[in-house]
Each structure stands twice: as structure tokens, then as C-alpha cells.
């Protein structure tokens, strides 16, 4: 921090147009939300590819392996249409719900346990009458540690800087997030002290 961080701060904090500490709390429960269900629903995806044998398991995961070539963007019109439909804008749902299906997450984790999981573990396990679930939070997880501390904290910058998906669906001021306010700052005029958008970057 340089010796202008007090000024900028208070210049900001007097902005009445930018809710500033709103958005702040906005962005911070959309990102620790989707950096949470996408590290463990991610995990909990591959870890079920990884460990059972069924009959569609190599067609799941190629599929799961396209969906990543899909950009954002392809998909983004139907999504507004039916989030429009369901009458779910203004709302965080559709920002944190969807997150949950991660691929790249998803292909991170699978990677992953190919790598640091034996077999001879999880069969350990279940031989000792731990039940599924039990055997993927109590021995599982915790080998993954590592691996799901890397993808939360990617999970949870990437949604703190997502401005395309926010930027369409959130209308009402109490619900901007981080980047919407910087938009605005940047659009209130020629003289905008850059300072204070460096304050909430």
C-alpha cells in the first residue's frame, strides 16, 4: 500500500452512487460459495469416474472433457433466457449454482488422483465396513487437500473477477458485485480518480 491508500479509501467511501462495502460482501459470498461447491463437487465427480467401473465411465468423462472446449459466451444467451424465465435475476443463484459443474476443476482433481490415490486405500476402506461417503471424506479428502486448495483459490478468483454473467443478470444496485462498481466508476465520467478503482481491484 502506498501513502495515498487513506485518501483513496475515504474518497471512495464517499461515493454515494457506488456501494462499495455492499459489493465487497456481494463478491466475497458469491466467490467463497463457488470456490466451496466447485472444489467439492469436483472432487466428489471425480472421484466416482476415478474409483468405479461402470458401463457409460469413458463416455462421462470424454463428455465432461468437451464441455471445456465450450466457451462461456456459446452458452451464455441460453442461460440468460431461462434465468429471464425462471425469474431468477437479481438473484445470486444463477452465479453460484451453476459453478458447481466445473470441468476444469473436474479434470484437475481426476489428474490428480490417478496420481496420489492407490487403489489398495479406498478397498482398505471398505473391506473395514466404512461406507462410501464416509470413505471419500474421511480418506479421500484428505489426500486431495492439496489439490482442492489450489482449484478453490482458482475458483474463487475467477468468480470475483467475473463481470459477463453479473453484469447481465444483476439490475438492482444492493446486488452489484466488485467488477460491476468498477465498470461504473470507470463510466462516470473523463476524470475518475484512478485511485480509488485500484482500491477495489
Known sequence: PGRAILYNFQKLKALDSVPIFTGLMNSMFISVSVAALASYFSALTAYGIHMYNFRLRRFAYVFILLLMMVPTQISALGFIKIMYDLRLTNSFFPLIVPSISSPIIFFFMK?????????EIVESARIDGASEIRTFHQIVLPIM????????????VSSW???????LLLKAKGKYTV????GLLRSMDDKTDLGMIYMMI
Do not use: C, G
Not at 489428474?111 to 487403489?119: A, G, I, M, R, T
Not at 487437500?145 to 474463487?156: E, M
Not at 473477477?161 to 453484469?167: G, K, L, V
Open 111 to 119: 489428474k490428480y488422483l490417478e496420481s496420489n490415490l492407490p487403489f
Open 179 to 182: 467488477p460491476i462498481l468498477i
Open 161 to 167: 473477477n467475473n463481470y459477463f454473467i453479473p453484469s
Open 145 to 156: 487437500r492439496p489439490a482442492l486448495a489450489v482449484q478453490a483459490i482458482f475458483a474463487f
